[in-house]
Every structure is written in structure tokens, then in C-alpha cells.
């Protein structure tokens, strides 16, 4: 394994530290530019251990060779990633010892996060008799728009089966995060070790939510904004843990999904997935900053496993965080409650695009994060033929004020401000834009 350790510094030092830099990603596949020196005081340490590394950039500003004020703002031009040149890991005395440095604001290595994936079951191609959309009343919703192809959904997931008919003509831009190389991949299923692959799915999840979002309605029913456009990000792989399948992915390559589907014209990102803080800063925090500086909306599923449980970027402050209902319309118990939810959603058995062209049953908080991602793009789009923009302050508000309320409370430890309700939110929409 070479281990690539990720660094962040203080403004003070960008003059000692060599330019330029290639990012990792290029630096990947072409190592024209190798840069084999970081820090003086890092680059001792390195000796003394006999390791030697190549320095490259975490992020790729959206400008090339400039950092915009947002991506400053939010220190994406301060963090880079140092790749060991020889097998093996840092030892820890050295970690600590770069660690301790008063330069360095952050140091880990790279960190393999987990969510769970909901079991879909394969179903029959019909399409079922009844509508969850009903729940939120997206059929009156869809009598002010049914999206516009300008407004552009990124789906950061396991990757999409781009020949499945629901999802003809949907997907504009695709890209691929999934690179384990150098990591132990005998429980994964499927190409985890080539990041120039195209992101298709191997898995079904990412597929199933994207038909949740976008489909044509073929043998399904409609998707939420079903003429938005969606970017297919793979940033998940499908890994063996025990009986179960779960979704695996580097946290820190998940993040660079993030700056790509930004830098490259995303108005909702979609994460129906969920990280848990395991030490160092709160996963994604830098570059969701980053997002919502963009007035870029970030809908993710709370987590599947019930519990007070905190799962990222769901739980951290800006990021719309979804739980499910049932059939009845009540929370269910799958849904956890550790982040700030905003609103719940349709979120068992929600029948939807599948692979192999097929389809399939799935429930959780994957489910219901679509249709929230979905309707936020509707209303975008509204806005976009008005010849107007929504800012993440006013979906808040739009939710906040429109969400059937499940309880009493004004906002709900598991049920945040309630059902949504599109029929209030577009009525509420239309007179603020008015």
C-alpha cells in the first residue's frame, strides 16, 4: 500500500511550500510534474523515517493556476495530499511529529467511510398502482414545472446504469472518484481500482435514486423533476461487511466529487449516504463550506440505522437532511435522528430504475433523499423561468413554513419540520417570486 496522507497548513507558510503542484488525480495518471519536497521541517521528518513522497494538490481550483476567493475562503488552496513512493505506512511517531508541527492545522490518512445500503428486491416491470409523490403532492407541483434541462441534479453514489431506458437522455456529465489502489479490495464487488472508468454502476443503488429523481416513467412512475438534467458522480463502491452489502468509499475522494459536481455547474447535489466521524475534523466540512458559498443546495439521508447516530454531510450545519416515512406517513424506525433533520420523505418501498435495465423495491432514508433533492430542483427551476434564483436561505424557509408537521413541536428530533408538502411550497414559492 502507498499511503497518501492528507495535510492541511496555515496561510503562513504557502511561501516555503513549492509551486506549482499538480493535483492528485492528474498526477495519477501523468507524472510529468513530480514535485518529490513539501515543508523543510516535513521533509526531515520524511527522512529521518528513509520514506520519500511526492506532494500533490488535494483540490483543482475551478480557474486553473487560481484560487478563487470562495475556494480561499473555505481552504481548499491549503490542503494538499502527500503520496509515499514505497509500500507501507508513515510510521506513527512520525505522524505525530508532523502533527505537532505548528503549521499544520489538520493531518489523517486517507479513510475509508461506510453507509449502509437498503436491500433492494428486484421487481416486476409494472408500474405499481400508487404514487408515493402523492404523499407530497408532486402531481400539483408539476402543473407549475416539471423542471427545466438547465437545472442540474449531481448524484454522488455508486454510479448509474446509463442504458437503462428510464434514464435516456437524463445524464449530462459523469465522472469517476472510485480509486482503492494500494488498499486491500478482497471484500469490494466490482472495478474499484481504475479512476478512469466510466462511473457505471455495479451495484443498483445509484441507479435506483437516480430514477427516483429523473425518470422518463416508462415502466415506473415519473421522476421528481423528470426534465433536470443529472451528473452521475461514483464516489461509492460496494463492499462485503459480514451478510450485509455496504456502500464503501474514501471520505476524502468523496469530497473531491463534491468540488467536481460544484466547479462543474451542479445545483443540488444529491447523498443518499452517510459517513461517520471517526476523529479530525468533521468529514466534508471544508468543502461543503465551499458548495453553499456557491448557493449550491446539499440534500443527504440521514442514516438507516435508527439511533441519535450522526452521519455526514447530514449533520453538518447548511445540509438538508432527510428521514423517511412509511406508507402512512409516519417516521420510520429505520430513520436516524443524530442530524438536524429538515423535512422527511417517501422512504419504503419506493419502486424505481434498477440494473441489468431492470427494476426494483427499495426502502430507506437513500429513498427519501431524492424526492427532497428532486423537489428543491423544481422549485430552482420555477425560479429559473421567472428569470429569478433561489438561495439556500429561501428553500429553508419555503420548507420550514409549508412541511406538514408530524408532532407539535415546530421542528422534530426525527421528524425535522415535517412531510413535505409541495402544493404549500409551490403556493409559497410562487408569491415570493411574485
Known amino acids: 500500500m502507498k499511503e497518501h496522507i492528507i495535510i492541511k497548513v496555515v496561510t503562513a507558510v504557502r511561501d516555503l511550500l513549492p ?19 513539501f515543508h523543510p521541517d516535513i521533509d526531515r521528518i520524511f527522512a529521518e523515517h ?6 500533490t494538490r488535494e483540490y483543482k481550483p475551478r480557474t486553473p493556476g487560481q484560487w478563487s476567493s470562495d475556494e480561499q475562503a473555505s481552504r481548499l488552496h491549503l490542503t494538499y495530499r502527500l503520496i509515499l513512493q514505497q509500500h507501507g505506512s508513515l510510521p506513527d511517531n512520525a505522524i505525530a511529529q508532523i502533527r505537532h508541527l505548528p503549521f499544520v492545522a489538520e493531518l489523517r490518512t486517507l479513510q475509508i467511510g461506510t453507509t449502509e445500503f437498503p436491500g433492494e428486491v428486484a421487481a416486476a416491470l409494472t408500474v405499481p398502482a400508487t404514487d408515493p409523490g402523492d404523499m407530497i403532492y408532486l402531481p400539483y407541483a408539476k402543473e407549475w414545472t416539471k423542471g427545466v434541462r438547465d437545472i442540474r441534479i449531481a448524484v ?3 454510479g448509474a446504469t446509463f442504458s437503462h431506458p428510464e434514464l435516456e437522455d437524463k445524464i449530462v456529465l459523469r465522472k469517476n472518484f472510485v480509486d482503492l489502489q494500494g488498499l486491500d479490495t478482497s471484500s469490494f464487488i466490482g472495478d474499484v481500482l481504475n479512476i478512469n472508468a466510466l462511473p457505471e454502476d455495479q451495484v443498483g443503488h445509484g441507479t435506483h435514486v ?6 422518463r416513467g416508462l415502466k415506473m412512475n415519473e421522476g421528481v423533476c423528470p426534465s433536470c438534467s443529472l451528473m452521475v458522480v461514483r464516489v461509492l463502491a460496494a463492499m462485503r461487511s459480514g451478510e ?13 466529487g463534491i468540488k467536481w459536481a460544484v466547479d462543474n455547474g451542479a445545483d443540488v447535489i444529491n447523498m443518499s449516504l452517510g459517513i461517520k466521524h471517526s476523529g479530525g475534523g468533521l468529514p466534508h466540512e471544508d468543502i461543503v463550506k465551499y458548495a453553499l458559498s456557491k448557493n449550491v443546495t446539499i440534500v443527504a439521508a440521514s442514516g438507516n440505522d435508527g439511533t441519535s447516530e450522526k452521519y455526514y454531510p447530514g449533520a453538518l450545519e447548511g445540509v438538508f437532511a432527510v428521514g423517511a416515512v412509511d406508507n402512512g406517513g409516519q417516521v420510520t424506525g429505520f430513520t436516524s435522528f443524530g442530524a438536524n ?3 422527511v420523505a417517501p422512504g419504503s418501498n419506493i419502486y ?14 437513500s429513498q427519501a433523499s431524492p424526492f427532497v433533492s428532486g423537489a428543491v430542483a423544481l422549485m430552482k427551476s420555477y425560479a429559473a423561468e421567472k428569470g429569478k434564483k433561489l438561495s439556500n436561505n429561501d428553500i429553508n424557509y419555503i420548507l420550514k413554513n409549508t412541511s406538514d408537521r408530524l408532532t407539535s413541536k415546530v421542528r422534530d428530533q426525527r421528524a425535522g419540520y415535517g412531510l413535505l408538502n409541495l402544493a404549500d411550497s409551490f403556493k409559497m414559492l410562487n408569491a415570493i417570486l411574485s
Open 19 to 37: 509551486e506549482p503542484v499538480p493535483y492528485w488525480m492528474d498526477f495519477i495518471s501523468d507524472k510529468t510534474n513530480v514535485v518529490e519536497r
Open 50 to 55: 528513509h520514506f520519500r513522497f511526492w506532494t
Open 156 to 158: 454522488l453514489d455508486t
Open 210 to 215: 437516480s430514477g427516483i429523481l429523473a425518470a
Open 244 to 256: 450485509r452489502i455496504v456502500g464503501a468509499g474514501i471520505v476524502d475522494n468523496i469530497n473531491n
Open 341 to 343: 433533520i429538515s423535512v
Open 352 to 365: 424505481s430504475s434498477y440494473l441489468n435495465n431492470g427494476y426494483a423495491l427499495s426502502s430507506g432514508t
